[in-house]
């Protein structure tokens, strides 16, 4: 059973007058943590399902939700992003569920990107201005009035529209697609659905509509051979290349894995510094550039940089390597330097000073301007990706496939990667989607941030709701035709994001100014 059917379950029975005396106390507890549950927008969630599958907003609002059923007072409450997979319609119910906490005597402070729940906060305080080594500074701090007001805020001026994310002036259209037929994979209710090829696709619907499903259980599993149930079959499979699923699990276990490697700009590096007068002379090869090789890197550690002691009923403590002092090199090779800096000083570049310090080396360059690309230019070249947050882990498998998957046509799916995303982050994460549809792949995004559907091309909503009430294809189409369905719980958000750029102008009136009733920009057919 899910949350919901649960809820109904145990709203719609009533006792005998013995049951009642033996289980009434049973029932109503039952009843209202249901309850709780329900309000914090997990209605679609099954009760038996394992808890390490849950997304970091699901988990959280799990938590939320025992918090609220425990009626604690004068507690403070730390929550980081819990509006993560949420629909704009949900936004609401948690707004109200942390106003509740806080009125009975409770702290909240909330980690958020989300426009509508930092309208709702009563002080704010703003970091920046930009990322990494340009943040860690306090940009303001105060009550919400205050804050709208800020002129060096990068938040308030997209709070109050003086910045915001443009709809694209035309929308793509396609003459080939991709067809699922008679997907009925957990909550889908035997659909066919098809997906425009060569455009820039995003796939919507409250939680649990059966997005995920759609996408990952039935398209790309089925597309990769290793699911062969929930759908009948998928047609036009032979009009691109191969599917690239970027999700947000970890590139590597190991904290070896660094961004200079995963994209191969490190080859470069390695080979820069192996050229050196010094290293010919003593002898260097590239590989002695490497903390992941013998030879070069530190004996002790084996180019950890850090050594684990291990406790015997305690965690394991990691300590700095005492050898090398954290530089995972032997000092003969830290002694080597290009242009004033040693290979440790290097990784220690963010990708941004990476880029302009090996100006003039494309064979390096190259592979680190796509990381600036995707707005991850604070990453430090050495920093380990078991580091990375989620959306920056979609980003820099972007900033991979932007180098490395030239020349193919390519089907790239998404699911929600924009979550931990400012919208200026977001800004810079739509034009890595249009530059990938500009060399002829195929987008395929599952979102809920309105920014990111209303830059789509096509639109398919799910819903009408979660769960077993969900499933179904609601509305498909340019964001303006959706915005315009009676029977889709997004298109009234759509409307509003759409309503709202470009100075208020309405969407009748957009979609008569850029043709989208009668004329669109083709694609080729594949």
Same mark, same amino acid.
């Given at each position: 059973?899910?949350?919901?059917?649960?809820?109904?379950?145990?709203?719609?029975?009533?006792?005998?007058?013995?049951?009642?005396?033996?289980?009434?106390?049973?029932?109503?507890?039952?009843?209202?943590?249901?309850?709780?549950?329900?309000?914090?927008?997990?209605?679609?969630?099954?009760?038996?399902?394992?808890?390490?599958?849950?997304?970091?907003?699901?988990?959280?609002?799990?938590?939320?939700?025992?918090?609220? =059923?425990?009626?604690?007072?004068?507690t403070?409450?730390?929550?980081?992003?819990?509006?993560?997979?949420?629909?704009p319609?949900?936004?609401?119910?948690?707004?109200?569920?942390?106003?509740?906490?806080?009125?009975?005597?409770?702290?909240?402070?909330?980690?958020?990107?989300?426009?509508?729940?930092?309208? +709702?906060?009563?002080?704010?305080?703003?970091?920046?201005?930009?990322?990494?080594e340009?943040?860690?500074? $306090?940009?303001?701090a105060?009550?919400?009035?205050?804050?709208?007001r800020?002129?060096?805020?990068?938040?308030?001026?997209?709070?109050?529209?003086?910045?915001?994310?443009?709809?694209?002036?035309? *929308?793509?259209?396609?003459?080939?697609?991709?067809?699922?037929?008679? +997907? /009925?994979?957990?909550? &889908?209710?035997?659909?066919?659905?098809r997906?425009?090829?060569?455009?820039?696709?995003? $796939?919507?619907?409250?939680?649990?509509? !059966?997005?995920? @499903?759609?996408?990952?259980?039935?398209?790309?599993?089925?597309?990769? !051979?290793?699911?062969?149930?929930?759908? *009948?079959?998928?047609?036009?499979?032979?009009?691109?290349?191969?599917?690239?699923?970027?999700?947000?699990?970890?590139? =590597?276990?190991?904290?070896? =894995?660094?961004?200079?490697?995963?994209?191969?700009?490190?080859?470069?590096?390695?080979?820069?510094?192996?050229?050196?007068?010094?290293?010919?002379?003593?002898?260097?090869?590239?590989?002695?550039?490497s903390?992941?090789?013998?030879?070069?890197?530190?004996?002790?550690?084996?180019? +950890?940089?850090?050594?684990?002691?291990?406790?015997?009923?305690?965690?394991?403590?990691?300590?700095?390597?005492?050898?090398?002092? !954290?530089?995972?090199?032997?000092?003969?090779?830290?002694?080597?330097?290009?242009?004033?800096?040693?290979?440790?000083?290097?990784?220690?570049?963010? $990708?941004?000073?990476?880029?302009?310090?090996? +100006?003039?080396?494309?064979?390096?360059?190259?592979?680190?301007?796509?990381?600036?690309?995707?707005?991850?230019?604070?990453?430090? &070249?050495?920093?380990?990706? @078991?580091t990375?947050?989620?959306?920056?882990?979609?980003?820099?498998?972007?900033?991979?496939?932007?180098?490395?998957?030239?020349?193919?046509?390519?089907?790239?799916?998404?699911?929600?990667?924009?979550?931990?995303?400012h919208?200026?982050? $977001?800004?810079?994460?739509?034009? =890595?989607? /249009?530059? &990938?549809?500009?060399?002829?792949?195929?987008?395929?995004?599952?979102?809920?941030?309105?920014?990111?559907?209303?830059?789509?091309?096509?639109?398919?909503?799910?819903?009408?709701?979660?769960?077993?009430?969900? !499933?179904?294809?609601?509305?498909?189409?340019?964001?303006?035709?959706?915005?315009?369905?009676?029977?889709?719980?997004?298109a009234?958000?759509?409307?509003?994001?759409?309503?709202?750029?470009?100075? #208020?102008?309405?969407?009748g009136?957009r979609?008569?100014?850029?043709?989208?009733? #009668?004329? @669109?920009?083709?694609?080729?057919?594949?």
């Open positions: 059973m899910t949350v919901g059917e649960a809820s109904a379950f145990f709203g719609g029975f009533d006792l005998e007058p013995f049951e009642r005396q033996v289980a009434d106390k049973l029932v109503q507890e039952v009843r209202g943590r249901l309850k709780f549950l329900l309000e914090v927008g997990l209605d679609y969630i099954a009760l038996d399902r394992m808890t390490f599958t849950l997304s970091g907003g699901e988990a959280q609002r799990i938590n939320l939700a025992a918090a609220l =059923s425990a009626s604690l007072v004068g403070l409450f730390v929550l980081d992003e819990p509006s993560i997979g949420l629909h319609r949900d936004n609401h119910r948690l707004v109200q569920i942390l106003q509740s906490l806080k009125d009975i005597g409770n702290t909240v402070v909330v980690v958020e990107h989300d426009p509508d729940i930092i309208r +709702a906060a009563e002080h704010v305080i703003d970091m920046g201005p930009r990322a990494g340009a943040g860690g500074e $306090v940009v303001f105060g009550p919400w009035p205050g804050f709208l800020s002129r060096d805020s990068l938040t308030a001026q997209y709070i109050r529209g003086d910045k915001e994310i443009a709809v694209p002036p035309t *929308r793509r259209s396609s003459r080939s697609c991709l067809e699922i037929c008679d +997907a /009925q994979k957990h909550n &889908l209710k035997h659909i066919d659905v997906i425009p090829l060569g455009i820039f696709t995003c $796939v919507t619907g409250v939680s649990g509509s !059966g997005k995920s @499903t759609l996408l990952h259980d039935v398209l790309y599993q089925g597309f990769e !051979g290793v699911s062969d149930n929930g759908f *009948r079959e998928i047609r036009g499979k032979d009009k691109i290349n191969k599917v690239i699923m970027v999700d947000q699990s970890p590139l =590597s276990a190991s904290p070896r =894995s660094i961004p200079a490697t995963y994209t191969k700009a490190m080859d470069g590096i390695r080979d820069l510094f192996s050229q050196t007068r010094e290293a010919k002379l003593m002898g260097f090869r590239p590989g002695y550039f903390f992941n090789t013998a030879g070069g890197r530190c004996d002790d550690c084996k180019g +950890a940089g850090v050594q684990v002691v291990e406790m015997q009923f305690l965690s394991d403590v990691s300590l700095v390597c005492d050898a090398c002092k !954290g530089k995972r090199f032997k000092k003969d090779i830290l002694e080597v330097r290009w242009n004033g800096k040693n290979i440790d000083e290097v990784l220690g570049l963010s $990708v941004t000073e990476a880029f302009l310090f090996f +100006a003039g080396r494309p064979e390096i360059t190259k592979k680190l301007y796509p990381l600036v690309e995707v707005g991850l230019g604070y990453l430090k &070249l050495g920093q380990p990706t @078991t990375l947050s989620g959306g920056e882990l979609q980003r820099i498998k972007l900033a991979y496939h932007l180098v490395h998957e030239k020349g193919k046509k390519i089907l790239y799916l998404f699911d929600e990667p924009t979550i931990g995303l919208p200026n982050d $977001v800004a810079v994460l739509l034009r =890595s989607f /249009q530059k &990938l549809v500009g060399e002829g792949h195929t987008v395929v995004v599952i979102e809920h941030n309105l920014d990111v559907i209303k830059s789509a091309d096509h639109v398919i909503d799910l819903g009408p709701e979660g769960g077993e009430a969900g !499933g179904r294809v609601v509305a498909q189409g340019t964001p303006e035709k959706v915005a315009h369905s009676r029977g889709s719980i997004t009234r958000y759509l409307k509003e994001a759409l309503d709202r750029t470009n100075g #208020g102008l309405a969407t009136q979609e008569k100014k850029n043709g989208l009733r #009668g004329r @669109t920009v083709s694609r080729p057919s594949y």
